[in-house]
């Protein structure tokens, strides 16, 4: 019996350590793929011996069936991968050479999620005769105008991290530190979204911004479910938002993050400094937020050195 449901069990002690460690996230996305991936073997639990090539391969083909995007079907096998590996490390399984050479683990780079200029302009600046909505494209324009941040990040953003109109902080999901000035542009944002109460417990946070309540003790798995509402609460809002004012590209949370780094990247700067700025540990990981140049941009660019070439002097 022990044989039948070792993975599951494993995954179940793995889970349960990124609660303790707070990475409420991170487990949960991890419950998600387990559960995927029981559902389609058919069984209550699932053994060691149930994740091999042919399995693997049958369970991709059942996902994209399910239209699930490719990032997404990525994310579920690096999931069972981790797994799996713990398995192999504890003498549980058997290492098998590039079990999941056959399916796709890495990252699908071709989705635009970036908006056009002109949308993103309309999005953050048209007034949408809304008091709710206003308040949402103030939450978007703080995004954008602090390089970029993450949703995560900006709500869980303290009254001590702000001092003389310099923001540091550490990014929730990698804990790498941060240093950002404020724009003069941004304060009337922040002045619409600033957090008028106070706390006056050291266990509790004291958020900067009204988005939080504050109600519950740093780490304590309340707040992560209050933060997965706001998280909804903002994508929701977003869209009707961006339907106010007839934009029609697909838009969530992270479209500023994506457009922030595209419209860096379109404006000159360095690689670098766009991953540095976003707080990339890796500058593979920024290259997947870059939107490759629209065929306008690479026109011009092929235009200009067609032009150098045939009015260079013959030396």
């Known amino acids: ?54 399995n693997l391969k049958r369970y991709s083909n059942y996902l994209i069936a399910r239209k699930l995007k490719l990032n997404t079907i990525s994310t579920y096998m690096r999931m069972l991968r981790c797994i799996y590996n713990q398995g192999v490390d504890t003498g549980q399984a058997p290492y ?28 953050l600046y048209k007034d949408p005769q809304s008091e709710s909505l206003r308040r949402t494209q103030a939450i978007a ?3 954008f105008q602090f390089c970029g941040m993450p949703f995560s990040d900006l709500v869980h953003l303290e009254k001590t991290n702000l001092k003389q109109g310099i923001l540091k902080y550490n990014r929730m999901k990698t804990g790498t530190p941060m240093c950002l000035e404020i724009l003069d542009t941004a304060t009337e944002a922040i002045t619409l ?21 504050g109600n519950y003790k740093r780490n304590d798995v309340r707040g992560y479910i209050e933060y997965q509402s706001a998280l909804r609460c903002f994508n929701n809002q977003l869209k009707r938002l ?22 860096a990247k379109y404006r000159g700067a360095s690689i670098e400094m766009i991953s540095e700025s976003l707080g990339h540990k890796s500058i593979k990981t920024t290259q997947i937020y870059l939107k490759g140049f629209e065929l306008e941009e690479r026109t011009r660019i092929n235009r200009m050195n067609y032009s150098y070439v045939i009015n260079s002097r013959v030396m």
């Open 193 to 213: 979204l600033r957090n008028k109460h106070s706390t006056h417990h050291s266990d509790y946070p004291d958020y900067l911004l009204c988005v939080l309540s």
């Open 1 to 54: 019996m022990m044989e039948n449901n070792r993975f599951t069990i494993c995954a179940i002690n793995y889970i349960a350590s990124l609660r303790k460690e707070g990475r409420y996230s991170t487990a949960h996305v991890y419950k998600n793929a387990i559960r995927s991936f029981t559902q389609f073997c058919g069984t209550p639990s699932v053994a060691f011996y149930q994740i091999n090539r042919e």
């Open 96 to 123: 098998i050479y590039r079990l999941f050479h056959d399916v796709f683990t890495g990252v699908e780079t071709r989705q635009k999620k970036a908006l056009p200029v002109h949308e993103l302009r309309t999005l």
């Open 141 to 143: 324009s703080l995004l």
């Open 242 to 263: 961006a339907k106010r004012l007839c934009i029609y590209s697909s838009v969530s949370s992270y479209t500023f993050r994506h457009s922030w780094a595209t419209t």
